[in-house]
Antibody, heavy 122, light 106 residues
Framework: QVQLVESGGGVVQPGGSLRLSCAAS????????MHWVRQAPGKGLEWVAM????????FYADSVKGRFTISRDNSKKTLHLYMNSLRGEDTAVYHC???????????????WGQGTRVTVSS | SYELTQPPSLSVSPGQTASITCSGD??????VCWYQQKPGQSPLLVIL???RRPSGIPERISGANSGTTATLTISGTQAMDEADYYC?????????FGGGTKLTVL
């Protein structure tokens, strides 16, 4: 069964930190770029970050640059997102997503996890 | 920063053709992907590289890209097609999504 399962979401105060994780199973992980995409309540999709298959390339949305860090462990087929200095506008469901291209986001995003909810509130 | 513009909503009758547009600068020189998202579900890739359908996507869903506008076309629209649709490109090291179009099948 092909799946990406996220964990680590929760409620955090503004300025706080959180680490999201994503476990892949039933699919090829090591050859593909991996992304985080978020969706605020009632809003559209917003891309957050991408890491290439070989970890050489990391790309971030301007809204999270300098605050979030993406990483992956190909031996464990896991993806992480370290989120620091969290703000209210970071409140969203965060999806772990596989990219069809290994080094860019041009190929499409073909496998999506169900997401983990992050709420930033005091 | 690069922007993709979609109409917020579109209504069609069952059996009609739905055409959802996505506009952006120099769009024809970028590969456009489309996603379908039904309430409470994660997005589903329905078109990649402008006009390719992933396995399992019906032939009545098609894509085109010319000039500054990409179009997702759903022929013989059914109730099951009611969803939000998002276009997406890769540009200057970032993934960009359109704002989404809510398709209603009346």
């Amino acid at each position: 069964q092909v799946q990406l399962v996220e964990s680590g979401g929760g409620v955090v105060q503004p300025g706080g930190s959180l680490r999201l994780s994503c476990a892949a199973s039933g699919l090829t992980f090591t050859s593909y770029a991996m992304h985080w995409v978020r969706q605020a309540p009632g809003k559209g999709l917003e891309w957050v970050a991408m890491i290439s298959f070989d970890r050489r390339g990391e790309f971030y949305a301007d809204s999270v640059k300098g605050r979030f860090t993406i990483s992956r462990d190909n031996s464990k087929k896991t993806l992480h997102l370290y989120m620091n200095s969290l703000r209210g506008e970071d409140t969203a469901v965060y999806h772990c997503v596989r990219g069809l291209d290994g080094v860019t986001g041009a190929g499409g995003l073909d496998v999506w996890g169900q997401g983990t909810r992050v709420t930033v509130s005091s | 920063s690069y922007e993709l513009t979609q109409p917020p909503s579109l209504s069609v009758s069952p059996g009609q053709t739905a055409s959802i547009t996505c506009s952006g600068d120099d769009l024809e020189n970028k590969y456009v992907c489309w996603y379908q998202q039904k309430p409470g579900q994660s997005p589903l890739l329905v078109i990649l590289q402008d006009n390719r359908r992933p396995s399992g996507i019906p032939e009545r869903i098609s894509g085109a890209n010319s000039g500054t506008t990409a179009t997702l076309t759903i022929s013989g629209t059914q109730a099951m097609d009611e969803a939000d649709y998002y276009c997406q490109v890769w540009v200057s090291g970032t993934v960009v999504f359109g704002g989404g179009t809510k398709l209603t099948v009346l």
